[in-house]
């Protein structure tokens, strides 16, 4: 039995324009025919596109946790705006009639039941590991990260407020050569730096005020020091590696993730980073536009019902591909998943799944959140401060806090705990997520007294103050997002 | 103390990393900290080990200065975050909130994003953005109140008067504080004059002071809005009067509007005073809407005795110089509404002549006037406009024979209308002439009650005409005039239709010139239907077509054809163009396709 909603097609869709042109579909009653399998397992459908010939889709539930689209549309969306169509008439209760599954498309299901099968003997089967090509690739990286240190030294020697256009465009520029040598998140690090430099476009220009150029000195100079570190301690962990090609990447800290490992998941349950049969509920989403590396960004909040963790989802999506990677976005149900893989990191590592079921979001999951929120505040400004001293740890870390009142003192918001202790809540700082400290005004005043709170710290390093910034409420009966 | 003492470190760190680390060599206000640090690291070893690192830095060269300030960065950095102040001291009071009852947040980022770029942005598409996002709902959430409330200013006006009018009002009162923190009444944006409005459509005792002063003090747009929230209370009508001699003409018209709905002896007083004013034209839509009796009576004899000032009138300059005064009365007494208007504008009618001729073409233009307004009245007094079709000036006519086929019965038209055409032609040419142009005049308002252009029956007729004049259009020759009366199997028109498509084909390889008899042809299921289609194909889209504009009407309208077309169609395909084929193959398919 197909049990999805709307809002599982939304979620499905790889873009918002996906969406709506699926719902268009239903709409403007362009679907020829509308039909189910006779065991419920796949929806499959005619639509009528530009052509002569409709075109003919499916949507095959055969694994609920990862169904499978297909549609003989030249789209390279998927699933394509047929599939969502198909999916949203299905969700509204159109009527499907109950037939056979034709035989090209059940051909091809069982094409992709043995490609499963195989894929799971692949990733039973022990990996060989290629020590000369390994040892080769180290090599590459160490050259790169020479590179990075002889770059960094140049920068400090130069002085940040000497940048100019020219120097910041040379740098990255040179910036190039450490993705050749296998070292992305270097790279990206050394872009962190100089697009301070950047303006809102993206570009270097010189004739930025000597007001704005001190808005980011602080900043670059922590850039900096986080540079020196990951040459450190990159050099240090690329040199263990040499000597024990059998040595697999480090977990322990987030220096492979720093250089730019990509992990795979087949590392991660190596490694033991792999969770059974989790429930993650979403607690906050993000997206912004990062000009300067011309990507999109999304970020999600989770935390695990079970333990109260609060992890993050990131995906990435580059200009030149956007169209082509599905974003991701908001999500209100609770996300069921069998297998949930958790990056090395900190407070609040990365993680990802590739299959899962989902269900409501009932009123025992806000009880479940509001049970994992911190109570004391200054256990948890404690453990604040004991991770942001490590310099390459996540500056923003994210927490629920479960607070007696959020009030103001001189006009500025701040929350309390039960015993007194307060944090000030602010905007400045996170210019990717929009401001929400003014949202606050606008709720019920229950919304303010007793609640938990979900935050992102912030450690300003020009006034040395650690502040938060509010990312939603979660009530006894509703979570209320604050940011998007 | 002793983190005052790295404060100060952090400080001269940042100083030299600004200034560049080949600078830091003998620093002195560098040196000067290492002592504290080191009395500070008798306690702490950390401070000990800031000493060390100030010390290396200082002691540097040109080659280690980076790396050593770097060491000493990610030190004092480290500690630094560890000390981060938090908390606030001082009395905690209540947030003040606005609750306005949405706790909905569950619009996706996926539909939230561009909508809110959509109202904090320029440029093109975002009005379409925001009116699906209201029909989703979406504005139901609480994160979209203030882009919303800041929208009010964009710079396109169709978005403000959307969110002023249509989503904004959905808050209700609870964005009052809102709008009113943002409204200044001096303001020169059109936003403030949308606040001002909208505050006083949420609530209007609270918005009264800021109209009051809007209307003191605000720009000219300002003070039309303030005076377009007036009119409600009793005391709004001394401070409407105080305006009806502003020098902006905008403000004026507000003012007379908010006055013409007062039924008040003072506001009647002085709409009558504008009647006969150069003002006229600002009241005449207000007193036509709000038919306060005593005004419309006023109007009324104000246009009896100009229209005797303009039959006096001299010569033709001194008629033009009454007649906007004239058509401006006529305006706000309007056609039909008002029966005690109707005699007046009979005897208007039957001045029709004197007025062309005192007049000239504004003579005409008064009598086209009179005549719109005589087919708005009861029928009795509209039956004299179609009696006096004889006599009509072709535009007159045109007026009299719309309104006859939208009031009477099909036969009463024909009967009426249909003599000019039966009759017989008079000998002498001006005579002649004078009948021809009526029978165009009538022949083009029959055509016109036609509204389909090339796909038949797409919009059909308001009401059908009467069957006889279907040989009259027949025998006018007039395809466009036997459009709307067209039938199957009318052997007659089907034989006018062919003659007409041979006579086109012989002269033309342009598809439009084939557009209304092709598709003629399909709305009377003409026999030759099919055959002139493919004769057509072939003639304007042979494969040594140069020229193949036009070609996609006919495209649309092959699906409208009989399916057992398609076999013939196709069949001659490989004889046409080859730019022509790959849509023509797609049309036929749809054809092909049909049930």
């Given at each position: 039995?197909?049990?999805i ?7 499905a ?11 268009g ?23 009528q ?7 003919r ?13 297909r ?17 949203y ?67 400090v ?77 990159g ?69 695990t ?38 990056y ?6 990365r ?12 009123p ?67 210019s ?42 979660v009530t ?9 | ?12 760190v ?47 060269n ?36 606005t ?90 944006t059109?936003?403030?004059?949308r ?6 459509r ?14 003191q003090?605000?720009?000219?747009e300002?003070r ?10 009793t005391?709004?009508?001394p401070?409407?009067?105080g ?168 036969a009463?038209?024909f ?11 008079p ?67 089907n ?6 498509f ?32 493919v ?61």
């Open positions: 039995m197909i049990a909603d709307e809002g599982y097609v939304d979620s869709a790889p873009n918002a324009e996906a969406a709506k042109n699926g719902r579909l239903v709409l403007k009653g362009k679907f020829l025919s509308l039909s189910v399998s006779e065991d419920q397992t796949i929806l499959f459908g005619e639509c596109g530009s052509g002569k010939e409709p075109y889709c499916s949507c095959d539930f055969q694994r609920p946790d990862a169904p499978t689209h549609c003989n549309c030249p789209s390279r969306q998927f699933p394509c705006k047929h599939s969502l169509g198909l999916m008439a299905f969700a509204q209760g159109k009527l499907f009639s109950t037939t056979t599954v034709p035989e090209d498309l059940q051909s091809k299901r069982e094409k992709l039941q043995s490609r499963v099968e195989k894929k799971v003997e692949e990733v039973e089967k022990p990996k060989t590991v290629n020590k000369g090509a390994l040892a080769k690739k180290i090599q590459a990286q160490l050259t790169g990260i020479d590179l990075l240190e002889k770059l960094t030294n140049d920068l020697r130069l002085g940040i407020g000497n940048m100019s256009a020219k120097t910041a465009g040379e740098i990255e520029e040179q910036a190039k050569q450490l993705g050749n040598a296998y070292l992305p998140g270097a790279q990206v690090a050394l872009h962190n730096y100089t697009r301070l430099f950047a303006s809102e476009d993206g570009r270097f220009h010189d004739g930025q005020s000597s007001n704005q150029r001190e808005l980011v000195f602080s900043e670059a100079l922590d850039q900096l020091g986080r540079l020196h570190t990951i040459v450190k301690q050099r240090s962990y690329l040199q263990r590696r040499l000597d024990d090609p059998e040595l697999a990447p480090e977990t322990e800290t987030s220096i492979a993730a720093w250089l730019g490992h990509a992990w795979q998941l087949r590392e991660l349950k190596d490694a033991g980073l792999v969770e059974n049969d989790v429930e993650l509920v979403q607690l906050a989403f993000n997206s912004y536009d990062d000009v300067a590396r011309r990507e999109l960004v999304e970020t999600g909040v989770w935390m019902l079970k333990t109260g963790r609060i992890r993050i989802t990131q995906n990435f999506r580059p200009y030149k591909a956007a169209k082509f990677i599905k974003s991701d976005d908001s999500f209100f149900q609770i996300a069921q998943v069998k297998e949930l893989c958790t090395p990191g900190g407070v609040n590592p993680i990802r799944w590739e299959a899962m079921l989902l269900r409501p979001i009932e025992k999951d806000f009880q479940t959140i509001r049970g994992h929120g911190n109570p004391d505040f200054a256990a948890v400004i404690k453990e604040v401060k004991t991770h942001l001293k490590g310099p390459l740890a996540d500056k923003q870390p994210i927490y629920a806090l479960n607070f007696k009142r959020i009030g103001q003192v001189d006009g500025t918001r701040v929350v309390e705990d039960a015993k007194g202790e307060r944090l000030v809540l602010t905007d400045a700082g996170m990717e997520e929009p401001a929400s400290c003014h949202l606050l005004s606008q709720l019920p005043p229950a919304c303010l007294e007793n609640q938990t709170l979900v935050v992102r710290f912030v450690h300003n390093l020009d006034t040395r103050k650690l502040q938060i910034k509010p990312l939603s409420i006894p009966t509703n979570m209320i997002r604050m940011t998007f | 103390m002793s983190i005052a003492v790295l404060t100060q470190v952090y400080d001269e940042r100083r030299l990393a600004i200034a560049g680390s080949v600078v830091a060599a003998g620093d002195f206000r560098l040196q000067k900290l290492i002592a504290p640090l080191e009395q500070a690291g008798a306690k702490a070893p950390v401070f000990a080990k800031a000493a060390q690192a100030v010390t290396a830095l200082v002691e540097s040109e080659q280690t200065s980076s790396q050593a300030l770097l060491e000493l960065t990610t030190l004092v950095n480290a500690i630094l975050y560890t000390q981060g102040e938090t908390g606030l001291t001082g009395e905690i009071e209540p947030l003040e909130t609750d306005l009852g949405l706790q909905t947040t569950h619009v996706g980022a996926q539909v939230l994003k561009p909508l809110v770029e959509a109202l904090t942005t320029a440029g093109s598409g975002r009005f379409e953005t925001i009116q699906d996002g209201y029909n989703l709902g979406a504005f139901q959430d609480l994160r979209l109140v203030q882009p919303a409330l800041r929208a009010l200013d964009d710079a396109y006006s169709d978005i403000g008067y959307l969110l002023a009018t249509t989503v904004l009002p959905q808050y209700g009162k609870a964005i009052y504080p809102q709008l009113k923190a943002a409204f200044n009444a001096k303001g020169k059109t936003g403030h004059v606040r001002l409005t909208l505050m006083y949420l609530d209007p005792g609270s918005a009264r002071p800021l109209v009051k002063q809007a209307l003090e605000g720009a000219k300002m039309v809005g303030a005076i377009e929230c007036l009119g409600q209370e005391e709004d009508l401070i409407l009067l305006h009806v001699d502003d020098r902006s003409i905008d403000v004026r018209r507000a003012v007379y509007q908010a006055l013409a709905a007062i039924n008040a002896p003072e506001a009647i007083a002085a709409i009558k005073k504008v009647l006969r004013s150069s003002d006229l034209e600002l009241v005449t839509h207000a007193i036509y809407q709000h038919s306060i009796p005593e005004i419309v009576n006023a109007a009324l004899e104000e246009a009896k005795s100009e229209f005797e000032v303009l039959l006096k009138s001299e010569d033709q300059k001194a008629f033009e110089a009454n007649f906007t005064q004239f058509f401006g009365l006529l305006s706000c007494i309007g056609g039909g509404k008002y029966e005690i208007a109707e005699p007046f504008l009979l005897e208007s009618f039957k001045q029709r002549d004197l007025l062309q001729s005192l007049g000239g073409h504004t003579g005409l233009v008064i009598t086209r006037r009179i005549c719109e307004l005589l087919t708005e009245c009861t029928a009795v007094t509209r039956q004299a406009l179609f009696q006096a079709h004889e006599t009509l000036e072709s535009s007159l006519l045109m007026i009299a024979i719309q309104a006859a086929y939208k009031h009477l019965p099909p009463e038209v009967e009426i209308f249909s003599p000019h055409f039966t009759a017989d032609l000998q002498k040419k001006n005579l002649k002439d004078a009948v021809l142009t009526r029978r165009k005049t009538i022949s083009e308002a029959i055509a016109g009650s036609c509204k389909w252009y090339y796909v038949p029956d797409e919009i059909p007729l308001i009401a059908p005409w009467d069957s006889r004049w279907l040989d009259l259009a027949v025998s006018a020759r007039d395809l466009n005039f036997l459009r709307p009366l067209a039938v199957p199997g009318h052997a007659a028109s034989a006018l239709i062919s003659d007409s041979n006579a086109t084909l012989q002269k033309s390889r342009n598809f439009d010139n084939y557009m209304t008899t092709l598709a003629l042809m399909i709305h009377v299921s003409h026999p030759e239907t099919t055959d002139s289609f004769k057509v194909l072939l003639h304007c889209a042979s494969p040594k077509a140069k020229n193949l504009s036009g070609m996609h009407w006919i495209i649309d309208i092959i699906p409208r054809l009989p399916k057992s077309a398609a076999p013939q169609l196709e069949a001659v395909l490989p004889e046409l163009h080859e730019n022509a084929r790959g849509k023509l193959f797609v049309a036929i398919g749809e054809l092909t396709s049909k049930p």
